[in-house]
């Protein structure tokens, strides 16, 4: 909800029509006694003069050591930043190496990244391979189950066939017996006599 124009007004007039709030009996109860107040006032003054004083003091004592206290720790931190130097170089090489070897480590890992794409690739097609093998193989055992369900009844055929092939055989020798049979000279036959 945005602020603004009637909404003010509005809320103007309900904080107008408010009855007006009865003082507390004892004043705000959130405000200090009076001389609670002067007390903490003339507390805070005495301290602020002390902490004042105290610190004049430890300037002044400060200022008359701090020109031989700054030489030493002058050369203290000379030492220390040459030392810094020298450990900074070392640093430097160490990471130089380590950057080296880390690119190293990413080109291995990104040749066996690429071998395992191929032996995978690789894998998918020797799967394929073997599905077709297998497939290729069930076609091969259907064909011999055909061939040999053929073979069957080929053989039966062929017996049949024989068999058909030994009556003709029977037939034809029958034939020809009694072809021969026939071709032999007739005896003569005997005429009846007609009355």
């Known amino acids: 909800m945005r602020l603004g124009g009637g909404n ?4 103007k007039a309900v904080l107008a029509d408010r009855p007006e709030a009865v003082p507390h009996p004892h004043g705000d109860p959130t ?38 206290h700054a030489r030493r720790e002058n050369d203290r931190l000379r030492q220390e930043i040459a030392g810094l130097k020298t450990s900074l170089a070392s640093s430097t ?32 097609g020797l ?13 091969s055992q259907r064909v011999i189950d055909n061939l040999e369900r ?22 034809i020798a029958v034939l020809k017996a009694r072809s021969s049979a ?3 000279p007739k005896a003569p036959a005997t005429r009846r006599k007609v009355r």
């Open 93 to 124: 090489d160490l990471v130089g190496r380590l950057e080296r070897q880390g690119e190293e480590k990413d080109r291995v890992l990104d040749d066996r990244g690429v071998e395992n794409t191929k032996l995978a690739q690789t894998s998918e």
């Open 8 to 11: 003010v007004r509005r809320i």
């Open 150 to 171: 053929n073979q069957g009844q080929d053989r039966e055929e062929i017996r049949a066939l024989q068999k058909r092939i030994e009556g003709l055989v029977g037939e």
């Open 31 to 68: 405000a200090l006694p009076e001389a609670l107040s002067r007390e903490v006032q003339l507390l805070f003054t005495e301290t602020s003069q002390q902490i004042t004083a105290l610190a004049q003091k430890c300037w002044e004592a400060g200022s008359v050591e701090s020109t031989h």
């Open 127 to 139: 799967r394929a391979a073997l599905r077709n093998a297998e497939s290729d193989l069930r076609a």
């Open 182 to 184: 026939s071709k032999l």
